[in-house]
Each structure stands twice: as C-alpha cells, then as structure tokens.
Nanobody, 115 residues
Framework: QVSLVESGGGLVQAGGSLRLACAAS????????MGWYRQTPGTQREMVAT???????QIAEPVKGRFTISGGFADHTVILQMNNLRSDDTASYYC?????????WGRGTPVTVAS
C-alpha cells in the first residue's frame, strides 16, 4: 500500500502562484512514477504533470510554460509549482503514484483561482 498526502492548495488571484506538495509513504520502493491530476465537477480527471523514476517529465499542453513538476524519488516527494494561474485552472488537484501498475491517489487539494 502507498499513502499520498497533498498540501498547498487554496485561493489565489489570477496571475498568482501556488505550490502543491505530495509526500508518499508506505511501500514506496516500487513507485515508478508520480504526478498530479486535476478534476472539476462533472468532468474526467485529467493529467497535469508526471515525473518518472528516470526523470522523464510530461506536462499537459494547457499548463506548459506555467507549471513545473519536480521531485525526488529518494524521499518520494513531488512538487507542482503553478505560476500565472488562470480561472480555468480551478479544480481539485490529486497526487498520483504508479506502483507496479497499480494507481494510488491522494484525497485531493482544492485550487481556486479568482479572476
């Protein structure tokens, strides 16, 4: 089992920044990748950014140039730095870990961008 705990969500004005953090615990040695997804009511959860154990990074097109992901698999903490936030970034953000093909999720942290 893997447990994921997110922090850093909140309310911010458009153009502002937020930093989300996710810490993994439990049987973490076999985590292949970690990342962030987001979801708004009535929509499917979508990938925002992911990082693999080998350092490969994927960033979704809507946030490229504004969001960055970083993390260390030594301590299994992943950071999502969100800059120049827009109102359409408003969502619940979920941390994800891919563990031997199984997906683990955090409880989510809300991000609200006021225009």
């Amino acid at each position: 089992q893997v447990s994921l705990v997110e922090s850093g969500g909140g309310l911010v004005q458009a153009g502002g920044s937020l930093r989300l953090a996710c810490a993994a615990s439990g049987h973490i040695s076999n985590i292949d990748s970690m990342g962030w997804y987001r979801q708004t009511p009535g929509t499917q959860r979508e990938m925002v950014a992911t990082i693999t154990k080998n350092g490969n990074i994927q960033i979704a097109e809507p946030v490229k140039g504004r969001f960055t992901i970083s993390g260390g698999f030594a301590d299994h903490t992943v950071i999502l730095q969100m800059n120049n936030l827009r109102s359409d970034d408003t969502a619940s953000y979920y941390c994800n870990a891919n563990w031997l093909g199984y997906q683990f999720w955090g409880r989510g942290t809300p991000v609200t961008v006021a225009s």
